[in-house]
């Protein structure tokens, strides 16, 4: 079990902030997304054993918005 706090551009509306947070449940493994639209940052639970950091910014990007890694 992980946890990974991603920082997320170029939501706007809460549209977008469920899109974020579609694509972030469908990475197999992932099974815990809070994505707060206000602070543009979404928080990942995951099972390392089966994705991945990368894989999880790779679909927030997918989705057509930016991430980073956050401290």
């Known amino acids: 079990m992980a946890r990974v706090?991603?920082?997320v551009s170029g939501m706007t509306?809460?549209?977008c902030r469920g899109r974020v947070e579609t694509a972030l449940k469908a990475v197999p493994g992932v099974y815990g997304v809070y994505?707060?639209?206000g602070e543009a940052f979404a928080e990942v639970d995951f099972d390392e054993g089966k994705t991945g950091t990368d894989a999880l910014v790779e679909a927030v990007t997918n989705a057509g918005y930016g991430a980073d890694i956050t401290a």
């Open 35 to 37: 994505v707060d639209l």
């Open 13 to 15: 509306c809460d549209h």
């Open 5 to 7: 706090n991603l920082s």
